[in-house]
């Protein structure tokens, strides 16, 4: 039972306000609802507009007869003719009420002492003195059972000894009522106690009910002033935002790292403390290093460790991910030591993903969005053989699933040990090499003109754009000295989208890769050569680039897309959100609508 008064003292009519398009009481119901916990859910009313309001969105809404001074007059009056053994009392006005704390207080009907309970509420641990002492914060005490043995707006219990080790808490105004309890106090008359402390639920303990209390820590948002709706519609907008890119983020790096060439010869004794017995090492190769004998042979393998080449003619896939965990798990009794991968982004990002997935229930596929990873992945190395996408450094691993091309993106991705060797990027075709090295370009341009750049993002971004510049544009240094400053290009730009995003041209990109396994590099490059009107002198310099080095880029690939393939690829790109904000901001959808999209991948 929701209660909702229209006029409320402090904040009329706040419950019809507007809150992320809906008012707040039809958000409420939505949210009580989608806990799942009730039968039936009801919002009780004495006022025709909200009543109207929550019929119109479909829910339940029952108007009060009588003027009452409460709540929970309101929902007596409500139920007094409804079969019911166990009311909930949802303020209206707790457009976040959580499920958690809903649980709690239907929780304590099950235990041991449940026949004592004739009702139950919520606390919360409160620590702060000024809330302590603020009369508008109703404290509550409790007896060794945590039923409730006095409400108050004083401190309770007063702290004569500041060293005495007390815990105050915070009453929040949720009951779960037997139905007699709440029948009981709608015919009851207000005490002394009640009527000076203003605290409803002190007339059950004058008239010796008892009422039980749980403990919540979440803390929901109670709209008591027009601050407080503003606090909440910031909220909701995050909270509907995935969860990515709207908080200042705490993530990690990789924390140890070898550059230089010829690092790669340490790659034995880099391992050997990170090894368990009888615990194998298994290492993914991209298997264009299958013949290459004196490269293998700079492995060191042990007797019991694994070489599974991996071809990147594909991008990753969440089943290649699934079958390579379960072939690993079949072959060995032990969990291997550490999962190492040697290639380019494709076989980074198997490594990644499948030393997660070595230590996370169900499949990849499951994992694919922000922060879904439970488990620690198994130690993991990443050594890049050639340079570009930042996989070495990134939080995710980006893979084809059965329903989406999303990346695992979560604290446990990176890599705890990378080996930068920029000797092992020497066989790397021309193409290959331009592709994959403007991945990175893209990934600075992207970053630098995005909406969520800071000084983070920003100082690395720039450093790899110049790097880039050298490299592509300039190009007056030997060979050498440009694969290393390549690599360091892209650990920079890596680093660079790690705490911004990329923009427009991943986003096609990826939707061109859904439909067609466009690979990436070329894929972003395919994309980018179209996008003057958002980056307008970038597209300028990579079209010089291009010339300068004697590319092609493909042209006419979706010339005769089906209407459905077409529709599918503006699906992917639409669907990858934080992208769209970052290059366009807020206001992205009006920007980038469906057609302007088509329009745009018909060029392609
Ligand atoms: P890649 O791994 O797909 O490899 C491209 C080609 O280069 C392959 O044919 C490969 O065999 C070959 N190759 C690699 N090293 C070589 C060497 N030393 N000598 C000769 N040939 C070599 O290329 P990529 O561009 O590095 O990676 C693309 C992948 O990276 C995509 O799957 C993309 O989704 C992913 N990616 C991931 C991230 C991330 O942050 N996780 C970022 C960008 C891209
Ligand atoms: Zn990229």
């Known amino acids: 039972m929701i209660p909702a008064r229209y006029g409320a003292s402090r904040f009329p009519g706040k419950l019809m306000q507007d809150l992320g398009g809906k008012p707040v009481i039809v958000r409420t119901y939505e949210a009580a609802k989608a806990t799942n916990l009730f039968d039936e859910v009801y919002v009780v009313t004495d006022s025709a507009i909200i009543f109207s309001e929550i019929e119109l969105y479909g829910g339940n809404a029952i108007m009060s007869i009588k003027e009452h001074d409460c709540g929970s007059d ?18 209206g006005d707790e457009p976040f009420t959580s499920k958690e704390g809903l649980e709690q207080v239907l929780k304590v009907f099950k235990e041991a002492d449940a026949d004592k309970i004739d009702l139950a509420s919520l606390m919360t641990e409160i620590h702060d003195w000024k809330e302590i002492s603020d009369p508008n914060c109703v404290k509550v005490i409790v007896d060794k059972d945590s039923f409730a043995m006095y409400f108050s707006r004083s401190p309770i219990p007063y702290p004569r000894d500041k060293n005495a080790a007390v815990q105050y808490y915070k009453h929040k105004g949720i009951y779960a009522f037997r139905k007699q309890a709440l029948m009981d106090f709608y015919r009851l008359p207000m005490r002394t106690m009640e009527a000076a402390e203003k605290i409803e639920c002190i007339r059950y303990l004058e008239y010796g009910k008892n009422i039980k209390m749980a403990i919540s820590n979440t803390q929901g948002i109670e709209i008591d002033t027009p601050e407080d709706l503003m606090r909440a519609n910031k909220v909701l907008k995050e909270e509907q935002k995935d969860t990515v890119n709207n908080k200042y983020r705490n993530f ?27 615990a194998p090492f298994i290492f993914l190769i991209d298997d264009v290093f299958k013949g290459d004998k004196t490269f293998m042979d700079r492995i060191n393998l042990r007797f019991n460790d694994k070489l599974i080449f991996i071809s990147a003619e594909e991008e990753p896939k969440t089943t290649q991910v699934d079958q390579i965990v379960k072939d690993i798990k079949a072959e060995f009794t032990y969990k291997p030591s550490g999962i190492i991968g040697i290639g380019g982004g494709t076989v980074l990002d198997m490594a990644k993903a499948v030393s997660i997935m070595l230590n996370n229930k169900g499949n990849a ?13 198994v ?91 050298e490299i592509f544009v300039e190009g007056n240094m030997d060979e050498a000295e440009a694969r290393g400053k390549l690599m360091m290009a892209s650990w920079h730009g890596g680093m660079s989208i790690a705490y911004s995003q990329v923009g427009v041209a991943h986003a096609m990109s ?82 980038m609508t469906r057609e302007r999209l088509k329009e745009l991948y018909l060029k392609m």
């Open 510 to 591: 990826y939707g061109l890769s859904y439909v067609l396994g466009t690979k990436h590099g070329i894929g972003n490059c395919i994309v980018f050569d179209h996008l003057e009107e958002f980056y307008p002198n970038d597209v300028v310099l990579f079209k010089q680039m291009v010339k300068k080095h004697d590319i092609t880029i493909p042209k006419g690939l979706c010339a005769n897309l089906s209407e459905e393939q077409i529709n599918t690829m503006i699906d992917i790109a639409l669907s990858l959100v934080p992208l769209w904000e970052n290059a366009l901001g807020d206001d992205w959808e009006r920007i």
């Open 74 to 91: 309101r929902i007596a009056e409500a139920v007094e003719n409804m079969d019911v053994d166990i009311v909930v009392n949802v303020q």
């Open 252 to 278: 990690p790096m990789v924390p140890k790292v070898v550059f230089g060439q010829g690092s790669f010869d340490q790659l034995s004794s880099i391992l050997a403390p990170q090894r368990k017995d009888k």
């Open 365 to 377: 596929a499951d994992y694919q969005g922000w922060d879904l990873v439970k488990n620690k992945a």
């Open 379 to 469: 130690y993991h190395v990443g050594i890049p053989t050639i340079s570009g996408t930042g996989a070495e450094v990134s939080r995710t691993t980006v893979l084809s699933g059965p329903v989406k091309k999303l990346g695992i993106n979560s604290d446990f991705t990176p890599f705890d040990q990378v080996i930068l060797d920029p000797e092992l990027t020497t066989g790397v075709p021309k193409n290959q090499w331009f592709y994959t090295g403007m991945d990175c370009f893209i990934h600075c341009v992207e970053s630098l003109n995005g909406t969520f750049l800071n000084a983070f993002s920003q100082s690395y971004g720039e450093k790899a754009y110049d790097l880039c510049h």
